[in-house]
């Protein structure tokens, strides 16, 4: 992980491509890697391969389905590599199981595997490039993007999938609400912890925190309000330490994270300009889980073109009605668990009734 990617150049790119494809994250690699070998695609992405994100690295049944096709190697999962969950709800002092099995990862070591799998499929791709400006015309869309020097590219269809803080999005859809996640990772002490945890407290972020172990280590993380995010981590430690020994932390991170607040955010994007993954809205309300709508939304969008690229749009529209049922669900899901009335009784409602243990979570 320790090498940097080589790329082509800007220079070196042709003047127009069938598709040109935005961020080169679980999204953008796997639309790339399900894409026919017919068409001219480009991939671009603002930072160098291999990189890294903050994140819980968390693969829920949907992407476990997905990864256990491609034959995934052990050097992107950590240990314990199955995770079962617990809530811990400050707010209403309950300590909680649910029958959950996620598969653990390390999210860089798991992006730079998806972008391995498409190295040698018939693409170029450009790193540490910027996108200056978008223009559609009626036979498609004219780029304008920079590294180390500026270019003009036409392409017949572009795809956002650079997340949270897309630019693609922004030329076809409203904005959405957003957080900041801040993520620590301290060494394994006295605790050996072997569960995810969850955690709610609406004195910290109406959103959701995390602790997950990570073989010598564990993360906590938190999606936390913009304005007042670095106080109200420094609250989470400092609730954390009365139940968890905190060292010395020994890397942070900080990302942003989107959240859709209604249907009206979920945007697959318009004419020929198509969002997948995070750009589009496709992440969960309530716990922040993107990677597997990333997955599922990036190989609708490579069907749809794959089998109509003259009229792919109502396909890519129709293949994730599911999709976006599913989002919806969540957003319901979210609204219940950012009031510690209704909280409660979901969190009761969805764990082990036989494991009733409760901590004194230090309110």
Excluded at 12 to 19: E, G, K, L, R, V
Excluded at 224 to 231: G, M, S
């Amino acid at each position: 992980m320790s090498d940097y990617v080589n790329t082509t150049t800007l220079g070196q790119t042709s003047n127009q491509y069938d598709i040109v494809v935005v961020g080169a994250g679980p999204a953008g690699c796997f639309l790339v890697k399900n894409l026919s070998r017919d068409y001219r695609i480009l991939l671009i992405d603002r930072s160098l391969i291999p990189r890294t994100k903050p994140c819980g690295g968390m693969l829920v049944e949907e992407s476990q389905e997905i990864i256990n096709k491609l034959d995934p190697p052990d050097y992107i999962f950590v240990n314990p590599k199955e995770l079962n969950l617990a809530y811990m709800d400050y707010d209403n002092n309950l300590w909680k199981y649910a029958d959950r099995k996620f598969l653990n990862v390390f999210r860089g070591p798991f992006d730079y595997w998806l972008f391995r799998l498409i190295e040698k499929k018939h693409h170029d791709f450009v790193s540490h490039t910027e996108l200056l400006d978008v223009e559609v015309k009626p036979d498609g869309v004219i780029l304008k993007l920079k590294n180390e020097t500026v270019k003009q590219i036409k392409t017949k269809y572009l795809v956002g999938a650079d997340g949270a803080r897309s630019i693609i999005r922004r030329s076809v859809a409203a904005p959405l609400k957003q957080y900041l996640t801040i993520q620590k990772t301290y060494q394994m002490n006295d605790r050996k912890l072997d569960k995810a945890i969850f955690i709610f407290g609406n004195k910290i972020t109406d959103f959701y925190s995390w602790v997950i172990p990570k073989q010598l280590y564990f993360v906590v993380g938190s999606a936390l309000p913009i304005q007042d995010a670095n106080r109200k981590f420094n609250l989470l430690e400092k609730m954390l330490s009365k139940t968890i020994k905190l060292s010395r932390n020994i890397e942070i991170e900080a990302a942003l994270l989107s959240r859709p607040q209604s249907k009206n955010d979920i945007s697959l994007g318009k004419d020929n300009i198509f969002l997948v993954g995070e750009a589009a809205g496709m992440v969960s309300s309530s716990f922040g889980e993107g990677i597997s709508f990333a997955l599922r939304s990036s190989q609708n969008l490579a069907k749809a073109l794959n089998e109509d690229f003259e009229s792919p749009r109502s396909n890519y529209n129709a293949i994730c009605s599911p999709l976006i049922e599913e989002l919806c669900n969540k957003i319901k899901k979210a609204e219940l668990l950012s009031n510690p009335k209704t909280r409660v009784d979901f969190l009761k409602s969805n764990s082990n009734s036989d494991n009733p243990e409760e901590l004194s979570l230090g309110k």
